[in-house]
Each structure stands twice: as C-alpha cells, then as structure tokens.
C-alpha cells in the first residue's frame, strides 16, 4: 500500500508540471499563428493606405506586437518557474498599457509607478536564487 501511495504521489506531483508544458505548447503554436498575422499585418499598409490613418496602423501594430510579446513571456513563464520571469510578464503587460493604451494622466502615473516598484523589486529584493530555474 506505501508503494502504491508513494506512485501516486509522484504522478500528482509531476501532472502539473506537464500540463503546463501542453499549455505552454498551445500557446507557442499561438504566438506563431499572431507573429504570422504580425507580419501580414505590416506590410497590408501600403494597401490599406487609402483607408486607414497611419496614427491609427500604428497604434494597431503596436498593440498586436505587444499582444505577442506578452504571451510570449507568458510562455516563457510557464516553462521556466523563476520569480525573474513572473517580474517580467508584469512588466510587458504594464507596458503594453502605455505604449498602446490612450489614458488620463493619472492611470499613466500609476502605470510608471508600478513598473518602478516592479524594477525596484527585482533590484533589491530579489535574490540569487530567485534568477534561477525551479527544477
């Protein structure tokens, strides 16, 4: 019976770590299918120029671009378990707020602000092991 528990246990403690891997592999198959749509999407300007302002192509490039970015850090997260890659996802997706967002001049303070703490955080809080992989 101790066998059989300690199996089980090893089976529940190891599933996680393999759903993530399938979900980090969805997500990968994603990142390439909106990097392709990425691409497409940068070159259609010269054939949307008529009807589309260019201040607005960009903001939708930037916007798409982070989008992609993120997940990708997303994923990245997700396979590598380090307090640095958590720090990170946080960051690009404050950021994408600010490049690509039109806020009020307070939502854009509370933006800079938090990424300075996240910053701040990973600088003096963080230690050695923290950077490291869990295994």
Not at 45 to 54: G, L
Request: proline letters at 1%; a negative charge.
């Amino acid at each position: 019976m101790n066998k059989k528990d300690t199996f089980f246990h090893k089976i529940i403690m190891k599933l996680p770590n393999y759903l993530e891997k399938i979900v980090a592999a969805i997500l990968l198959i994603g990142v390439i299918y909106g990097g392709f749509h990425l691409v497409l999407d940068a070159f259609s300007f010269t054939n949307n120029a008529a009807d589309i302002d260019a201040l607005e192509y960009i903001e939708k490039l930037l916007a798409s671009a982070f989008s992609v970015i993120i997940v990708i850090e997303f994923e990245r997260m997700l396979v590598k378990h380090s307090m640095n890659t958590i720090i990170e996802v946080l960051i690009f997706a404050i950021a994408r707020g600010l490049v690509a967002g039109h806020e009020e001049a307070i939502y854009v303070l509370i933006r800079v602000l938090a990424i300075a703490v996240l910053l701040f955080c990973r600088k003096y809080l963080f230690k050695e092991f923290d950077f490291e992989e869990e295994q």
